[in-house]
């Protein structure tokens, strides 16, 4: 077993912090410092974690950094081909994210089905999970329940694998919610109170245990528990 992590170069990191700075007084300097990077794939790594930053409180500014990040592909060479895949299905899981985020649902199913047919579980583990996870939410905000619950399923099984408690947290609210509104509740409390047993364990905000609370609270005034 190994936990996965996501790592960027403390040079990447104070990179994207400045871009984030910069949006609120120009982009200036910053872009001289993203330009003096040598590679494409550098310039195209900070700009794809500006745009993870920004995804959820400024989604236009997020687009802008996956756009500039995809015209920086043409130019990555001399890298192994497992560094480059990776950071190409970074950004398709970030598209994707977007898409899903502005409503777009059939063409983020569309991005994420594409990264699923590149790159093979033996090839990119974490990254088809992901694609997994998103296909299952996708597949609940369309209201298939069926298939949203075969695809968290995968990406369960794969985020296990990897000891990603994160990934499995998610998986078993998602799973749980999905469970309650069939009609299954003691099958939705039990994985609700597997996704707190994790959430606890990692010391995960309190908001994040406080909404996993209420919810386990409706279900199981539902069952006079």
Known sequence: MHTHKKVISKKHS???????????????????????LKSGYDKAKV???????????????????????????PVITNYASQKENRLKAELLILEGDILVKVGKLNDAKLIFYDLLTRFKEHILIKENADAYL?????????????????????????????NYIKGTSEC?????????????????????????????AAQESNSSIAVLLENLGSMYLNTAR
């Open 47 to 73: 700009h794809l974690h500006a745009s993870r930053n920004l995804i959820d409180k400024h989604i236009d500014s997020a687009s802008l950094f996956l756009k500039k990040a995809k015209e920086l592909f």
């Open 172 to 200: 078993f609210n998602n799973m749980g919610i999905i469970y309650y509104r069939q009609g299954e509740v003691d099958k939705g409390i039990e994985y609700l109170e597997k996704c707190l047993a994790i959430r606890k």
């Open 134 to 162: 998103q296909l299952g939410v996708i597949s609940d905000y369309q209201s298939q329940p069926v298939a949203a619950l075969k695809y968290y399923e995968k990406a369960y099984k794969i985020f296990d694998s990897l």
């Open 14 to 36: 104070l990179l994207v912090v400045m871009l984030l700075f910069c949006m609120q007084i120009g982009f200036g300097g910053v872009n001289d410092s993203i330009s003096a």
